[in-house]
């Protein structure tokens, strides 16, 4: 039995999943043994580009192509999940962290409780201040809402202290962090959560 932890890692296509999955395992990989598995509807591009990045060494990442809908591969139908989690735990026996990355959604899709031990929910401030009065699953009721590319709101016209409200109010009291990776923005906080809920660290 494994005793890796799992991460899902959702939400809109292009707000910077898979980019916070590579700050987050260049961070945590001293730490923890990890492994990666993406989820794309067409392509395995994901894996390809963490794989030529360097990330992890490659036979730790695993691209899912999904073809259809980002719901069904990861919650209603989950198998072929479970298949790239078999594959890499069959590869390495040590791991301690695994992320699941979702195909892009509309504000929708939710992991199954059964793929994923937590997931992060990650919305782009360049998709304008309305998506959190938006709502939809992954906003409100995440383990962990990332509102990333802060650092786009005086171009995209976002106020970002509203979004700061909005975002409390639409969590209700659930953990969320600004962020905005191109700046390293909000990464300590994400990482804190990871240990302190996910790896059930003291720190
Ligand atoms: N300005 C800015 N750009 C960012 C930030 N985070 C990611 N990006 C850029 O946004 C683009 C999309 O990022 P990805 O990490 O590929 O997004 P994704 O959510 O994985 O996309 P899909 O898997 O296609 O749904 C890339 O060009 C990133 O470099 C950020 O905080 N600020
Ligand atoms: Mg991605």
Not at 70 to 83: G, K, L, V
């Amino acid at each position: 039995m494994s005793k890796a932890r799992r991460l899902g890692v959702g939400g809109p296509v292009g707000t910077g999943k898979t980019t916070i999955i590579e700050a987050l395992v260049k961070r945590l990989k001293d730490d923890y043994k990890i492994g990666v598995i993406t989820n794309d509807i067409y392509t395995k591009e994901d894996a390809n580009f963490l794989i030529s990045e360097n990330v992890l060494e490659e036979g730790r990442i695993i691209g899912v192509e999904t073809g259809g809908c980002p719901h069904t591969a990861i919650r209603e139908d989950a198998s072929m999940n479970f298949e790239a989690i078999d594959a890499l735990e069959d590869r390495f026996d040590d791991l301690d962290l695994i992320f699941v990355e979702s195909g892009g959604d509309n504000l929708s899709a939710t992991f199954s409780p059964e793929l994923v031990d937590a997931a992060i929910y990650v919305i782009s401030a360049a998709a304008g201040g309305d998506i959190p009065r938006k709502g939809g699953p992954g906003v409100t009721r995440s383990d962990m809402l990332v509102v990333n590319k802060m650092g786009l709101c005086p171009y995209v016209g976002v106020d970002p202290e509203r979004l700061v409200e909005d975002t409390r109010r639409a969590r209700d009291g659930r953990p969320f962090v600004m962020a905005d990776m191109l700046e390293g923005k909000g990464l300590d906080e994400i990482i804190a959560w990871i240990k302190r809920d996910l790896m059930l660290e003291n720190a």
